[in-house]
């Protein structure tokens, strides 16, 4: 019988010294603790504790056990679900890539040493690639380049034509400059606004002046001038509204056409004219007790021979003939004295019977507008409403 039997018999009979009989429960029994650690229950860890295992490992060399590590040894995030990244992050184990679930595409997202993220494809330095991994030719681009290429860009978005060259997208520089389509919309340098494009249908301030037809042509259709004239067909309206600047709508709401003066002199304005029988597209000024007058010039100073505007309907200022008055509500015709003018002297319009009917082809229109003599030699211009027979 050894020493520790002839103990443990002498334990269980209780001839042991108290001393003793402590030392044999704490360190063969294991009934006492040991730093407070019952070695009772927990003398069990201990027990599967390789054979030859050192207490004193340093880091590098439980890293190297790690990795060594294979098939379902190895250590993975479900192992560490318990785990902090702090814990489990070491500095040659940084997380500067992720991957598809299934392991393709490998490095769908990247970190690069300059902090520079790509998504999709292998980016470059401070550029973001929003793309569909399978096909590479589309995709945005976000870019804040500040390298030697790139330098200045503040924001990109750009995009990948067919044969992989890339397009200029919207870009915003670091220095405030703004560009749509590789075209400056916004300089802030020079605190102005600029227009989209080369044939941009706004101005500086982006105002829409000019409108194009659905298939580019005519460029443009529409267009309002400075003084907010509208032109269809032209550039370069003349009237309130003109129509290719053959016809239009004037300031106070005649109708009018465009025709070649052929008065022999410059076209009066209120003047009274008929069509020409020498020139097509022309009219000639109205005789005495005009039968057929057609309408009234527009405008003074037109040449002969120059095209003019003429008031065919509507509301027009017709000039009366010399020193005479003229009141609203009466009627107005051609002076049966003085060609090219009118006469709103006449109360009323002349009867409808058979006998008067001639006397309608010498109608002008209502006058609607009262306006005083001016003198020998004058010729007044008063508002009438447009009536040709």
């Not at 500040?146 to 890339?166: F, P």
């Not at 443009?220 to 032109?231: D, I, M, N, R, T």
């Not at 300031?251 to 025709?259: D, H, N, P, V």
């Not at 058979?354 to 007044?380: L, M, Q, R, S």
């Amino acid at each position: 019988m050894t020493l520790l039997d002839k103990s443990l018999l002498a334990y269980q009979k209780r001839k042991l010294p108290p001393e003793l009989r402590d030392w044999i429960e704490t360190i063969v029994l294991g009934f006492a603790t040991i730093d407070d650690r019952n070695i009772e229950t927990d003398g069990i860890k201990l027990d599967t504790i390789e054979g030859g295992s050192a207490v004193d490992q340093t880091g590098d060399e439980i890293v190297t056990l790690l990795e060594a590590l294979i098939g379902s040894a190895q250590l993975s995030h479900d192992k560490l679900s318990e785990t902090s990244a702090d814990d489990h992050h070491a500095e040659s184990h940084s997380h500067s890539e992720l991957s598809a679930s299934d392991g393709t595409p490998d490095a769908v997202v990247r970190v690069d040493s300059n902090g520079s993220i790509s998504l999709g494809i292998d980016g470059g330095e401070d550029t973001i690639y929003l793309s569909r991994y399978s096909d590479s030719f589309n995709y945005v681009e976000l870019q804040a380049g500040t390298d030697d290429e790139n330098k200045g860009v503040g924001l990109q978005i750009s995009y990948r034509s067919a044969t992989g060259a890339s397009r200029p997208g919207v870009y915003l520089s670091d220095t405030g400059v703004f560009s749509v389509g590789g075209s400056t919309v916004v300089d802030e340098a020079t605190t102005d606004y600029v227009t989209l494009i080369d044939n941009s249908v706004a101005d500086a301030l982006h105002r829409h002046s000019e409108l194009v037809a659905s298939d580019g042509s005519p460029d443009p259709a529409l267009s309002v001038g400075a003084a907010g004239k509208v032109g269809i067909g032209t550039t370069s309206p003349s009237q309130p509204l003109s129509v290719k600047e053959k016809f239009c709508i004037s300031a106070i709401g005649g109708q009018c056409i465009k025709l070649t003066n052929k008065t022999g002199a410059n076209s009066i304005a209120g003047a009274v004219v008929t069509t020409s029988t020498g020139t097509d597209d022309a009219v000639m000024s109205a005789v005495n007790d005009e039968l057929e007058p057609i309408g009234i010039f527009l405008e003074s100073g037109v040449v002969d021979g120059s095209e003019a505007w003429v008031v065919v309907g509507g509301i027009a200022d017709v000039a009366m003939e010399n020193n005479t008055a003229a009141t609203r509500g009466n009627w107005v015709r051609t002076s049966i004295t003085e060609g090219p003018y009118a006469d709103a002297t006449n109360a009323a319009a002349p009867g409808h019977g058979i006998g008067n009917a001639d006397i309608h082809f010498h109608e002008i229109g209502h006058c609607i507008e009262t306006v005083t003599a001016g003198g020998e030699g004058t010729h007044i211009l008063a508002r009438c409403v447009l009536h040709f027979n």
